[in-house]
């Protein structure tokens, strides 16, 4: 038999043997299945209310679960169970709100959310629009600092000023967002010049357009780079945005920017004692094919392109040239001489880095440098933005 309802006029509530649908203004139609419903209740005695955790598994719900009892306020569905998981008490309700029903998963990996979709950036954007903080505000003042996530998640680069002078505040700085990222660099490490560099960060020289870490199978997701000194000669910071001249690849230059979609490159860091070594194209875009979800780019880094089959290197070669020029363009490139007490956070899968070369006999350089996990700084951006359902 069927269940009893009882709804808020005007809403019309409508069940089958199979599921229910809610029709009423304002809010948008519900059509859903009992067994989906059922398992989504969310009662204390379905779900653990401390740990948040689930106690009652999807394959446990019988296939024929019925209601006994519909009930819509306007808001809220409620609904009591005729026959249940065997052990269910039989007196829970299952209760939503109707914005849960609508949308009950997260999103965390969707960097396309309405309210904080990536905002792409060209030299002059930068140039009116950098986002400072002041130390002080974002480490202390949730709101100031909540306001810098939103700008770190839209434009993927942010500036921290009037830092303490201490090689300790990097790592301040990082764990506000989340834990650090730990490599083989260390949990922090420093970009000064040492001889014999194993790395050409750790030199004077200039160091184009890259991003970090591309050899490895879980790049970090976002850098630090905080400024200890900088008074020699040169050592200015270029940053663009690798989604924007992606963009403009796409649009101007359609074969080009497939070939980058389309063919793998290597990136390896090699030493002896230490062998790292990954594949991935340039640009990965979105299940859509439509946003792009990272750029792989880091030519210091780059080993032997990757032979599959027929070797086709001139198409690559002059699909990187396009890329490179596009990305090396005025038009893209935003530059500044980061100062002591300066401290940049970029995401490190959406904008390319490079620093010019510098004099070591007109002063000293030092950049203090951390990086957080992709999923870590997800997690503060949902907390600091809170949009997760209730
Ligand atoms: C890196 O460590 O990845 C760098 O690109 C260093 C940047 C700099 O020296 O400004």
New binding site residues.
Partial sequence: SLATVEAVKPASVSHRAYGLSIAAPGVPTISLNYTYLRDICKCPQCVDRYSKQRNIRTNDIPTDIRPRHIKWDGEHLEIQWATDIPGASPDHISRWHHSYLKKPTLDTHDLHDASNKPVTWDRKNMEEHQQWVSYEDYMTNDAKFAASMRNLQRTGLVFVKDIPDSREEVEKIATRIGPLRNTFYGMT?D?RTVPEAR?V?YTNQF?GF?M?LMYMNEPPGY?F?HCLENSCDG?E?LFADAFRAASKMRRQHPKEFRELTERKMGYEYVHEDQIYYNERPVFELDKSSKHFRHVNYSPPFQSAIPIRGKLRFQPLKEALDVFTQILESKEMTFDLK?NPGECVIFDNRRIV???RHFNTSTGS?W?A?AYVDTDAVLSRFNVTSKKQPD
Wanted: proline share 0%.
């Fill in positions: 490490w970009v790395n960060a160091l890259h970090d850098q780079l050592g910071s980061l880095h490079a620093r350089r950049l440098g």
